[in-house]
């Protein structure tokens, strides 16, 4: 049986999540080869939806395949991009059928920034309103208030941003997030410290487990672009000027002295390794 990440999370557990893009393929090979790598060694592996709107295999369906082959417990990413509220609750339920029970509730990318930028945008609600379809699943009716045969067992997960520009607004935002359901959170990579711990001292109140994000550099110029141009994430100048002196290995130096402070200070890391699984490894290794 699959050690779930729900009863680590209430055991107190620090726990650490790995993020695969599904593949563009009708084939699981690829995504079961890095899945078998991290078996024993990770509590759970995130499964994106359609990532940056580029068409992948239904992250619903890997997210099962991956739990009961693999024996790996999952997190399956669903947006609103794609589906009406009917829709929504149609994949959820067929998601609770299939035993895969911890979801992050996304708004997902608009269509025009993907492979098929001409494709239908939905959008019909957005997270939060995803967050409540879950929560009410949970209560045994359907949005219509409709009561449903069985309910569902969703672990809910939610976004949060450390780096946000407004910290209260942010603290608004997810106290919203928990009044609509969501039971943990999981964050955008972090890079400055100081801001991860105001944030999870913000959110500590709450109760809810907190995995903050960490993305290992790769180059001077992945730094730059993250710094620059992703909003919600900013660099210290240490650590720019490190990367630059230094790119992949210096990196990977960055990305352990950050899961160390982590593991201070959160229930668990995020790790998005950008299909890069041997980065993951090197840093389980070595925390």
Partial sequence: ?????????????????????????????????????????????NIADCPMAKLRMSPIALAHLIKYRAQIDTIFHLTCRDRNILGLQAELLGAAALGVDNILTLTGDEPARGDHPNAKPVFEVDSMGLLQIAHTLNSGFDLAGNPLDEATNFYIGTTGNPGADDLEEEKAKIIRKVEAGANFIQT??????????????????????????????????????????????SLTESILKRMEQGGKEAGLEIALEILLEIKKIAHGVHIMPLNDISTVLYLIDHV
């Fill in 188 to 233: 955008q990579p972090i890079y400055d410290l100081e801001k991860a711990k105001r944030f999870i001292d913000m959110v500590a109140p709450l109760g809810l487990p907190v995995m903050l994000g960490l993305i290992p550099l790769k180059s001077f110029k992945m730094a730059n672009y993250l710094h620059t141009k992703v909003p919600g994430i």
């Fill in 1 to 45: 049986m699959v050690a779930s990440l729900r009863d680590k999370h209430k055991a107190g557990q620090f726990t650490i999540t790995v993020e695969l893009d599904p593949p563009k393929s009708a084939s699981v090979t690829k995504t079961f080869k890095e899945a078998a790598q991290l078996m024993d060694r990770v509590d759970a592996i």
